[in-house]
């Protein structure tokens, strides 16, 4: 496994485990002890794993993620981010698989595109401007966000994200290359990324 594979599915783990706080605290597993700072602490992962999402393909492209780090460093705007990153990769945004398994293993003719139920590319920077809604200090005098709608909103989001990514295809810049990426292995439950080449299409 090269570093910047490497680096990609330490991104992915990354996103698995503040889904997995965001659930825990969706069940109540977890209480934050009033009830504006236990939305906000699910807001605050929901919006960390946006930027992720966005940053993910840069991830996996060392070189880039170097000669363009500063740029990056000073956004905060997810909008301006997905500019910037499509415009050095314009496949950059995770493809959602449903494969189909043969004894084989997965192969290239045997995926099939996801058309809805995922997080579409829009929706991730809808979704992080409403983030910000609640994330932000509110002046006195104006309305205070609307928790209740949040908290229920956000396993909507968590699902739409988590069918994104669960089976998904990335392309990289100046590769020949396509990687398949499983969230959860059948194998061992974790992070796997397989590498094809343009021939075995």
Not at 78 to 89: F, P, R, T
Not at 108 to 117: A, H, P, Y
Request: a neutral charge.
């Amino acid at each position: 496994m090269t570093p910047d594979q490497a680096a990609y599915i330490s991104v992915m783990v990354e996103i698995k485990r503040r889904i997995e706080v965001i659930s825990s605290l969706i069940r109540k597993e977890v209480i934050v002890k009033f009830h504006a700072t236990h939305v906000e602490t699910m807001v605050l992962q929901l919006r960390m794993i946006l930027e992720l999402i966005a940053l993910s393909s840069l991830a996996a492209n060392r070189e880039i993620f170097k000669n363009n780090r500063k740029k990056f460093e000073d956004h905060w705007r997810v909008s301006k981010i997905i500019k910037d990153v499509e415009g050095l990769n314009r496949n950059f945004y995770p493809m959602p698989i449903v494969q189909i398994d043969t004894p084989d293993g997965p192969a290239e003719q045997e995926f099939i595109v996801r058309t809805e139920g995922f997080l579409t590319k829009d929706e991730l920077v809808e979704v992080h401007g409403r983030c910000g809604d609640v994330l932000h200090a509110a002046n006195p005098y104006d309305k205070k966000p609307n928790y209740i709608k949040f908290e229920q909103d956000i396993p909507t989001w968590v699902t739409k994200i988590m069918t994104l990514l669960a089976n998904h295809k990335i392309q990289l810049l100046d590769d020949d290359n396509f990687y398949f990426v499983r969230m959860e292995d059948p194998t061992d439950k974790r992070v796997h990324l397989y590498t094809y080449s343009r021939k075995q299409i």
